[in-house]
């Protein structure tokens, strides 16, 4: 055979893949060693950190974002009030949660008839003591109302019937023992207590401007107007106590209805 007929073998270059797979080892990962970069399992666990560290921030913008939501619509929408006594019954009883609307009175009008709360004007109220749920009890319920989870107490707080705005003249009782507004006796049945009476007591008033003259529908059990004249403001509820109007009994939930405004009965009475 002629010399150039010979053909001799062309040697392969070595590749550390069969080195690792001599080994026993997964191809690539000797390799990656010797080139100084961990195995891609070896990164795995900061990711796992990361994606957990991501989901801790998520939850907390959540929970964060939802408490300033709820305080933002208790200060400037609705807040949830708790009502502690009879003075409103039947319409309100004791226990009873209600929604108030904080757009009474800067957006919306006060009208009569309607279930406002106000801030005490000074002295309608007996002193209070909240009950003492120790240091930290105490820290998460004033944080809670505070912020709009639990509905406001009664500490400087009530809630009456409005029956007459700035202007209007008060008075009680004519010969069938009703009030008048603005010289128009009014039918008050439909909100008055079960045996209650208009008035126990006679009395002719005229409201101040930015005064309201409010009475509770349990005539008989009710520290309204007719009983604090003596009182800053002479028994009248200045506007800017107003909280707002409640409009819904939310609890219990059997007793959930909205508490609409008793137009009718004041639908004759003029303007003052």
Avoid at 49 to 67: N, T
Avoid at 83 to 91: F, G, K, L, Q, V
Avoid at 143 to 164: C, M, N, W, Y
Wanted: charged content about 20%; glycine content about 8%; hydrophobic content about 40%.
């Amino acid at each position: 055979m002629a010399d150039s007929d010979h053909v001799t073998p062309v040697q392969r270059a070595s590749d550390p893949a069969d080195d690792d797979r001599s080994a026993g080892r997964p191809a690539g990962e000797a390799s990656a060693e010797r080139a100084g970069t961990p195995p891609a399992h070896a990164a795995e666990p900061p990711r796992q950190r990361s994606r957990g560290l991501s989901l801790l921030r998520e939850s907390a913008i959540i929970v964060i974002s939802a408490l300033v939501l709820s305080w933002l619509i208790k200060t400037f929408l609705v807040q949830a009030f708790y009502i502690p006594s009879a003075s409103m019954e039947d319409t309100l009883q004791i226990g009873d949660r209600v929604m108030v609307s904080r757009l009474v009175p800067d957006v919306l009008d006060v009208n009569r008839g309607d279930v406002v709360v106000f801030v005490d004007p000074g002295g309608w109220l007996p002193p209070t003591e909240t009950p003492d749920a120790g240091p930290v009890g105490n820290a998460v319920r004033e944080a809670a109302t505070f912020i709009g989870l639990l509905p406001q107490d009664s500490g400087e707080h009530l809630i009456k019937r409005v029956v007459g705005t700035p202007g209007d003249t008060v008075e009680c009782c004519d010969d069938q023992g009703r009030v008048s507004v603005n010289g128009v006796p009014v039918d008050e049945d439909p909100y008055l207590a079960a045996g209650s009476v208009p008035s126990q007591t006679e009395f002719s008033t005229q409201v101040p401007d930015d005064m309201l003259f409010v009475m509770g529908d349990n005539r008989q059990n009710s520290q309204d107007s007719r009983y604090n004249t003596g009182k800053p403001g002479g028994g009248f509820v200045p506007l800017d106590n107003v909280v707002g109007n409640a409009f819904v009994i939310v609890w219990p939930f059997e007793d959930a209805r909205l508490l609409r405004n008793p137009s009718d009965v004041f639908a004759q009475v003029p303007a003052p």
